[in-house]
């Protein structure tokens, strides 16, 4: 997901503080951003049915948000670069509002795509300039706070906007829960508009400077494990729903409870990961994740394959898989800031692009399997999440065995 930030103690990130007002009313528009990213792992069997598609074949409205998002940002990020920032927020947002508007009131699965698409291109314009933006209105004391403010609304996203949507979903209907996301995206404009002051835009970096940095050995060893990571996680997540159903878990109560145990463990696991991945170091971070999320999907797995029922059994493992997929995003940047400190800003956003690749990629390989039944669904996760470990520990041996030679 896009930039992870370690979040500083309550009192320090308050937006009472002026510096962070702007980076707070920012924060109401990253959080229509993520909601609207993850919300329809929460309906997709019940948008199926409407639509008359299989539940694989509504999971990649997923993969395609995710796909023209990673693609787009970069390219928006040249070809935006002029406007004025307030102009291109608010742009960005009424966008996504009209998306979801399209998504919600689409009469075909084709009218569903296309409202897909739009809505990822506002989310890849609106991100990253928002994250920009915060951290230039904030004084230079208060630049990581801004940033952690504006990145917090992903954050409660994940913990609370997916799990809100499925409610609402259940009450009154997936159509329903996308009219609620135009809802809040134009309330973010509204509030933007009359908050956020006049900003220029900048001189565009041209695309070639920013893809340069994927020439570095040490960039290029970091950024396919955040595609196999993330892909690993989005296995099972965009089906969450018949998957959860397999190990027990359904109706209108349990399933938000499971998905809020999920968003739980992923503010934790970033939480964590940025003080252990300084105190132990990313790569130590990043193996014991990808043993818990193998760990807990394996689980998951058991429980699929003998048709178990443990409700307080899958809501630990349900916050295992939240802490272990989202505890990647502040070691993997910690990697990426050490191999290329000059190209900070380039190698975050190439990350961003990467996690929503194997967003993406975790989604069409989950269609793929789910036919098979949660428990493939569940197994493929696994194997993926011991994948990743294995590419870890291989990179980071020839990243120390390079930087011994030289």
């Known amino acids: 997901m896009p930039t992870a930030v370690k979040t500083p103690p309550p009192s320090a990130t308050s937006p009472t503080d002026p510096g962070l007002r702007p980076a707070a009313v920012l924060a109401v528009g990253t959080f229509a951003v993520g909601t609207d990213a993850f919300v329809t792992a929460g309906f997709l069997p019940a948008m199926a049915g409407a639509l008359h598609v299989s539940t694989a074949a509504a999971g990649q409205s ?24 307030r102009t291109l927020l608010l742009g960005a947002l009424l966008l996504l509002a009209a998306a979801n508007a399209l998504s919600a009131l689409a009469p075909t699965y084709l009218a569903l795509l296309a409202g897909r698409v739009l809505a990822a291109l ?67 404009a509204l509030a933007l508009r009359l908050t956020l002051p006049r900003l220029p835009g900048g001189e565009p970096v041209p695309l070639r400077s920013r893809l340069a940095a994927l020439r570095r050995p040490g960039v290029l060893r970091v950024l396919p494990l955040t595609v196999l990571g993330m892909a690993a996680c989005y296995v099972p997540y965009s089906y969450s729903v018949p998957v959860l159903a397999a190990v ?19 503010v934790a696991g970033n939480l964590l990961s940025g003080r252990w991945t300084d105190r132990l170091g990313p790569v130590r971070v990043l193996t014991s994740g990808y043993a818990t999320m193998a760990v807990a999907f394996a ?62 990629a975790g989604t069409v390989l989950g269609g793929l399997a789910l036919p098979r039944g949660a428990a493939a669904v569940f197994v493929l996760a696994a194997v993926l999440s011991c994948g990743a470990a294995v590419f870890l520990r291989v990179t980071a041996a020839r990243g120390r065995a390079g930087a011994t030679s030289t």
């Open 122 to 188: 506002a989310a890849a314009a609106f991100t990253p300039t928002a994250g920009a933006t915060a951290a230039g209105l904030a004084p230079a004391d208060s630049r990581g706070r801004a940033l952690a403010v504006v990145i917090g609304g992903l954050t409660a996203a994940t913990a609370l906007g997916v799990p809100l949507g499925r409610v609402a979903a259940a009450g009154l209907g997936w159509r329903a829960a996308l009219g609620a996301v135009a809802v809040l995206s134009a309330l973010g």
């Open 248 to 266: 027990g878990v359904s109706g209108r109560v349990a399933v938000p409870v499971a998905l809020v145990l999920y968003g739980a463990g992923a």
């Open 62 to 85: 997923v993969s395609l948000f995710a796909a023209v998002y990673a693609l787009a940002s970069p390219l928006l990020a040249v070809a935006t670069a002029r406007l004025p920032r």
């Open 299 to 360: 689980a998951l797995t058991a429980l699929a394959a003998v048709h178990a029922r443990s409700a307080v059994v899958v809501g630990v493992l349900a916050f295992l898989w939240g802490a272990s997929s989202w505890c990647q995003t502040p070691a993997q940047q910690h990697r990426l800031l050490a191999a290329a400190p000059e190209q900070a800003p380039l190698v975050v956003s190439l990350n961003s692009s990467a996690i929503y690749l194997g967003i993406g």
